[in-house]
């Protein structure tokens, strides 16, 4: 804000910026600290510690703790986390989650994460870029029971955090992948979409299949692999985001999409127990088609309007 001539910024915190919504919001974390598991308590405290202060020391402290945080059942993400909204690529927006650990469906994400440096040390980028004793990658399924803010109700369907690259170097990080939600996701969609930009009937049969079990794998190597790899080149001082400014979130993304698409056909899948040998190239198949007519169907949610003023979608009636 321009206050006396000056920029002066307008710190998220409690007596700043939406001081009433985060006293709400401590409030409700501090009533939780009892009934957490000592790490979790660690974490919730350093985050309350955030919210009262706004300081970024203070939220390093909290990401370091939340990592650390390797055993809780019952977790949450909660914070200024994401920047996708502010056209600067700056600003995060507030999201909240609260969700528990999907034993029977974790197994398959953590032996993606316990192969992390097996992966790492085949990248398909300049060696020197490559992590040497991949640390801390927490990776399970989860089953979400809330999800509000920026997270909801339009969700993501896996999560790797924390966003700060040096804390992903030093401390590691956590993925994710929302279980019941890719499982609402896929029980949800109309076979219309799977079979409109099909070039074929066994394409269509294909999707029908293995989209559901193709997809959160992808999703998983997206999170565990993509996201948590890598080195920064030492100029840039762990921070990319200085350099690529507005277009750092997108090119992150589309990294670790690449990165898991680059790893969907290697054997090395079947190796450790992802995936069969008797499944493995339909999968592969089934999830290329399915990334290729994933971008014609989402144009249905692009709309324009018309002379008349009514509002019809881009694709279909």
């Not at 990401?63 to 059942?73: L, R």
């Not at 079990?213 to 762990?238: D, F, P, Q, W, Y």
Request: charged share 25%; hydrophobic share 35%.
């Amino acid at each position: 804000m321009k206050q006396g001539g000056k920029i002066v910024e307008e710190v998220y915190r409690i007596n700043g910026r939406y001081s009433g919504q985060i006293a709400a919001i401590v409030e409700h974390l501090e009533a939780a600290i009892p009934f957490a598991t000592e790490p979790m308590a660690n974490a919730l405290k350093a985050l309350v510690k955030f919210y009262r202060t706004g300081e970024k020391a203070d939220r390093e402290a909290y990401d370091i703790a939340w990592v650390q945080d390797k055993s809780s059942s019952v977790d949450t993400i909660n914070g200024f986390v994401e920047v996708y909204l502010d056209a600067r690529g700056i600003k995060g927006g507030w999201e909240g989650l609260v969700f528990y650990v999907n034993k029977d469906k974790t197994s398959e994400i953590q032996k993606i994460a316990q192969n992390a440096q097996w992966f790492e040390d085949h990248m398909p980028w300049d060696p020197k870029f490559r992590k040497q004793g991949v640390k801390g990658i927490t990776a399970n399924a989860i089953d979400v029971v809330i999800e509000t803010g920026d997270s909801g109700p339009i969700t993501p369907v896996g999560i790797n955090l924390p966003n700060d690259q040096s804390i992903r170097e030093h401390y590691g990080s956590k993925s994710v992948s929302l279980s019941n939600v890719s499982e609402a996701y896929d029980k949800s969609t109309l076979p219309e979409f799977r079979s409109e930009f099909s070039w074929t009937p066994e394409e269509a049969s294909r999707a029908s299949k293995w989209n559901a079990l193709a997809g959160e794998l992808t999703t998983n190597m997206h999170e565990v692999i993509g996201h948590a790899s890598g080195k920064i080149e030492e100029r840039l001082n762990g921070n990319p985001q200085s350099v690529l400014k507005e277009q750092y979130s997108a090119l992150e993304e589309a990294r670790a999409d690449l990165v898991a698409l680059y790893f969907l056909p290697d054997t090395k899948l079947v190796e450790i127990g992802v995936l069969s040998q008797a499944d493995h190239d339909d999968v592969v198949r089934a999830e290329y088609e399915a990334y290729t007519r994933n971008a014609l169907v989402q144009l249905r949610r692009v709309r324009r309007a018309r002379r008349s003023k009514k509002i019809t979608c881009a694709i279909g009636r």
